[in-house]
């Protein structure tokens, strides 16, 4: 679950609004007034822009912040690969890299190891995704799993976007932008070429993370629903300036960039941003706050309806990825099959699970989210991928059981579980350590093979075949 407003250090302030244009100084009359690069800063800091869109992206979708910092990032030693690199990482999703299947594929969760120390960035690997961090179009699923802090460094992912799902242990991340605790329950979004590093306050700490080649997260469009509902703006929080300025020899810049580490040294923290005013930051929602929508009266309502946020594509209504929750709601449907339906899917689906167990669960109520269609075998940590086309829906276990339900249509309440699903009209390649990997359920296809005819013809249609 988040954690509670008054257990957060008192020295962490946030800015509330998602796409807003904020301004914030750690020092006061740090920022300049009425101009963003004049001939000398404030307190002789450096103006330095960070583009997320080119100059020229309409304004409503431009997206760019200024610091003013201590000294330059360009102030660095140069870029060399990685020693040693992260073998488990892909931005390039083709056949030297990855392998296509269309078999219905679950995880369950993997332990977070306690030796070697793993950082955030060691600790980082990529089960699946498509296209190229190069050609700046696709996506990439990883998992992390880390055991100590990263000291002495940060990280620069210069291919895309970060969305970060904390499954286990929460994650206190210093950017640029200022500090964000983040606890199991909330995610965060770390934007294209800001740098940040990350410590781990409960210890070993594991979750899920997406990103996205050439596109940002942004608000679905609400339709028929209205002004309000799903995700608010006001419940995005930002960071408030926050900097150091202690001097730090051999500090490590960790570049991805083309799916490949490089490192570059340097004597400073790169955090030593002391004012900054812009659109273009870092953000966190704890998932609690999504007001979700569902069915009053028949029938199962499609998972689209719980998108949190979405990278959308030129094609309208396809996104390169939404992000896609199942929170605690009510179920009222009347005469209906409330698990969801059997289903081939022009999208493929990433499911992943932040807390609950699923097999209790379903036995309370047996409805929506795809964990509601798993008995078992479905773990807070684990995951499962159902790709394009591939058919999907509840096991044997769920299906007979709710079609003997005799109170099908009393409203009973989901709560306890919150499982979420990345999803994409790409179609993902599975790197070939998650398809051999002993966490792989090689047993998944057996949850369905139970399912029997219960077609029962009429009596005069069986004559008729007979004659």
Known sequence: MAMEEEQTPPELRYLSGLGNTFTSEAV?????????????????????????TSFTT????????????????????????????NERLVGEFDRTTTVATPTQLRWRPA???????????????????????????????HMYAANKPMDGCSLCNADGDFLIVPQQGRLFITTECGRLLVSPGEIVVIPQGLRFAVDLPDGPSRGYVSEIFGAHFQLPDLGPIGANGLASPRDFLSPTAWFEQEHHPGYTIVHKYGGELFSATQDFSP???????????????????????????????????????????????????DFVIFPPRWLVAENTFRPPYYHRNCMSEFMGLIYGIGSSHVKRCKDDAHLQAKADGFLPGGASLHSCMTPHGPDTKTYEATISRAAANEPSRL??????????????????????????????????IGLKSHFSPPAAAVDDENE
Request: aromatic share 14%; with cysteine; proline share 11%.
């Open 28 to 52: 006061p009359g740090s920022l300049p007034v009425g101009q963003n690069n004049p001939l000398v800063c404030p307190l002789g800091l450096y103006a330095e822009q960070l583009s997320g």
């Open 58 to 85: 309409p304004r409503a979708r431009n997206l760019r912040t200024w610091l003013y910092r201590i000294k330059p990032s360009v102030t660095h030693e140069p870029f060399y690969p990685r020693n040693p690199t």
């Open 111 to 141: 332990d977070v190891p306690l030796h070697p120390g793993l950082d955030f960035i060691d600790g980082l690997y990529t089960v699946c995704g498509a296209g190229s961090s190069c050609l700046r179009h696709g996506y990439a699923i």
């Open 271 to 321: 955090f030593n941003v002391v004012a900054w005013h812009g659109n273009y930051v870092p953000y966190k929602y704890d998932l609690s706050k999504f007001c979700p929508f569902n069915t009053v009266l028949l029938d199962h309502g499609d998972p689209s309806v719980n998108t949190v946020l979405t990278a959308p594509t030129d094609k309208p209504g396809v996104a390169l990825l």
């Open 415 to 448: 709560s306890g579980t919150l499982a979420f699903m990345f999803e994409s009209w790409l179609i993902p390649r599975v790197c070939p350590w998650a398809l051999d990997s002993p966490c792989r359920d090689l047993d998944y296809y057996q949850c369905w």
